[in-house]
């Protein structure tokens, strides 16, 4: 195992916009990047959900780009990874997945953990602006990067031991595990 050594993470948790707003999430999330880079950041992380879409429905026609393609190109611009998430429809009708994604300096989607504990189908409609349905992913995430092994997980999935175990035993140095996700409304 390679020495430790610092990691500058930036954590943002923002005010958050919900809905038909949620657009305005992803306009942020851009210029949070920018901020972080420069105050030398390397690993990036948004709160559960963030950018998005996620409360939202999932092809608003506010959003002014697609935040997955905008982030890739931050990660690359600045040299960074950055960790956002948002809600994706799955192959199921009516049926969704809440992921975690991880963009590399390169540009490119290294990883797309789905969280694997969802919670109960009306937690889930009030967190998710009504998407009931979220199914669990099938895998624990651990990505090799330049700062250490990442491990992924999402918000209270952290009162799973088993979960962060696994992460653990795949050669995680580094949890992340955004919380808080854009459903705190103020």
């Known amino acids: 195992m390679p020495e430790p050594s610092a990691v500058r993470a930036g954590l943002v948790l923002p005010e958050s916009f919900f809905g038909e707003a949620e657009w ?4 942020r999330a851009l210029a949070w990047a920018d901020e972080a880079a420069a105050r030398g950041v ?21 959003f002014p780009f697609d935040p997955v393609e905008e982030l890739k190109k931050k990660a690359k611009a600045h040299s960074m990874y950055i960790v956002a998430g948002n809600v994706v429809r799955s192959d199921i009708p009516g049926a969704h997945l809440l992921t975690l994604r991880m963009f590399g300096p390169e540009g490119k ?10 919670d109960t189908p009306p937690l889930n409609a009030y967190l998710y602006g009504g998407k009931a349905h979220l199914l669990p992913g099938d895998a624990p995430c651990v990505v090799e990067t330049e700062l250490g092994r990442v491990g992924l997980q ?22 992340v595990s955004p919380v808080h996700g854009v459903h705190s409304r103020t």
């Not at 918000?155 to 949890?175: K, N, Q, Y």
């Open 154 to 175: 999402i918000c209270s999935e952290l009162f799973v031991p088993e979960l962060t175990r696994l992460l653990m035993l795949r050669g995680a140095e580094i949890i």
């Open 109 to 118: 989607e290294i990883a797309s953990y789905r969280r694997m504990q969802p």
């Open 24 to 27: 305005r999430n992803a306009v």
């Open 42 to 62: 390397r690993l990036l992380l948004f709160p559960e959900g963030y950018p998005g879409p996620m409360t939202g429905p999932l092809d608003n026609p506010k």
